[in-house]
């Protein structure tokens, strides 16, 4: 896919991609945090999504002045320091709003959700919006509903449905298996996802249009 990375910010990227027709694809995003550690008090310092079209965002985030927490491990793993964050991070209020412009009406999904859902809570309320004004689901229902809603709409007959989904949703288990580890930076992890959730598509059509021959 061809297009243009263009900056919108300090310590943030968009991608614009060429102009995709997707009309029969769900409204979804996939997403994904950094955090300055797992501990109680850590906190969000990185957020990217992607959208079905290939249209992404990646926001460094200022520590808010009561965020003090850092582990010098999850430094080593996501590689961002704190240094890095005050000086070119954008401030919470302004990563928050933009989140809730651009997701708002999407269903956003993560490998994650307890953690993601977390950095999610402590980001919009540090902002003063409500934690739920934005909810995370499990990648792995956007898996199970992408092949339900295809094998369902060819008909494919419910006993031959039930296998095709365990073979499909285990094909790309493999895969991502194949592929090791996150990299532990929120826009690669992101852009995984949506690859990985528009292969079982793919491999879900597939399988439907051979029901039908």
Do not use: C
């Amino acid at each position: 896919m061809s297009g243009k990375v263009r900056s919108i910010s300090n310590g943030a990227t968009a991608f614009a991609p060429a102009p995709v027709d997707m009309p029969d694809l769900p409204n979804i995003a996939f997403l994904d945090f950094e955090a300055s550690s797992l501990g109680k008090q850590g906190y969000p310092i990185e957020v990217a999504w992607v959208l079905i079209d290939g249209q992404e965002e990646s926001h460094l985030i200022r520590p808010d002045p009561s965020w003090n927490d850092w582990d010098d491990e999850a430094e080593r793993i996501h590689g961002i320091s704190r240094n890095r964050l005050v000086v070119e991070g954008r401030m919470v209020d302004d990563v928050a709003q933009r989140m809730m412009d651009a997701l708002s009406g999407h269903t956003l999904y993560a490998t994650a959700p307890s953690w993601d859902g977390k950095w999610l809570s402590k980001l919009l309320r540090a902002a003063g919006l409500p934690r739920h004004a934005l909810r995370i689901e499990d990648t792995e229902l956007a898996h199970q509903r992408a092949v339900q809603e295809i094998l369902l709409a060819a008909k494919v007959p419910e006993h031959l449905r039930d296998s095709a989904m365990r073979e499909i949703l285990a094909q790309v288990q493999r895969i991502d298996a194949e592929l090791g580890g996150p990299e532990h930076r929120a826009l690669a992890d992101a852009r995984r996802e949506r690859d990985l959730w528009l292969d079982l598509r793919q491999r879900a059509t597939e399988v439907a249009a051979r029901s039908g021959q």
